[in-house]
C-alpha cells in the first residue's frame, strides 16, 4: 500500500487521533425488531448477536476537522457481541468527504461511504438535513431545537459505554471518543427514509432528541485484533 493510499481511491493518510469541532443533532430511538435485526446493514458476522430495542441515530456537521470541513449522518442498533466485550456499533453512515471516508475505514474500521448533503439551518430554530446518491434524495429530516442549552462532557460517562466497535476485513477495532460542549433540547419533526440506504428511523418512536450546538470530539487511535486473539 503506497504512502497516500488510504482505502478505496487514494487519498493522503490521516491517521488517529482526529479532533473535531461543530454541530449536530443526537437521536434515541425505540425501533421494531425487524428494522434492527433485518434492516440495520450489520454484518451478518455481528448480526446474530444485536440486542436491545434503543438505536442512536447522529447528524454532524463538522466545521473543522483534521480531514477538513465534512457532515455525516450515522447509525447505531444497539449492542453486539466482539471477541472480548459487547460494544456498540456503527452500522450505517454516510459522509460528504471522500477523504473523511477512506480515513475512516483505515482508522478505526467505520464503514463510511459518501453521498451529497444538503442542509438548511432556519432562524426559527427549524433545521433540514437531506441526502442523496445520484440525484435522487434518500433521507430527509426536518428537527426543531428549544431552549436552554447545557453543558455536556462525555467524561462523566464511564469509558466502556462510550467505547465503539468495528469489524471490518477479519479485524475488531475498538475506539472511545471523547467530547465536549453544550445541548438542547429538540424533536424529530418529520422523516423520509428509503430503507434500502438508511435504517427506517421513522419506524419507532423518538425517546431523546438533542441538538448540539457546539462540541469538540477526539476520536483517538483504535484498538486492533484478530476475533478470537488474546488480548495484549
Known sequence: MSATDAGNGAFPRVPAPWRLHGQGYILALWLPRRVLDGASFLPPELGASRRGNIAWAMFADYAAADVGPYRELLFIPGSVRFSD??????????????????????????????????????????????????????????????RPRVPLNGAWMPARLRTLGQLREGREYSYTPAATGHVAPARLLSAYIDPGCFPDIGAGRVVLALKATDFDLVFPAARVRRPGAARA
Open 85 to 146: 466485550a459487547r460494544r456498540r456499533s456503527i452500522s450505517r453512515i454516510f459522509v460528504s468527504s471522500e477523504a473523511s471516508a477512506a480515513n475512516a475505514r483505515r482508522n478505526w474500521g467505520i464503514p463510511k461511504e459518501c453521498c451529497d448533503f444538503r442542509v438548511r439551518y432556519g432562524a426559527d430554530r427549524v433545521d433540514e438535513v437531506a441526502l442523496a446518491r445520484g440525484g435522487r434524495e434518500f433521507v430527509r429530516l426536518r428537527l426543531r431545537h428549544y
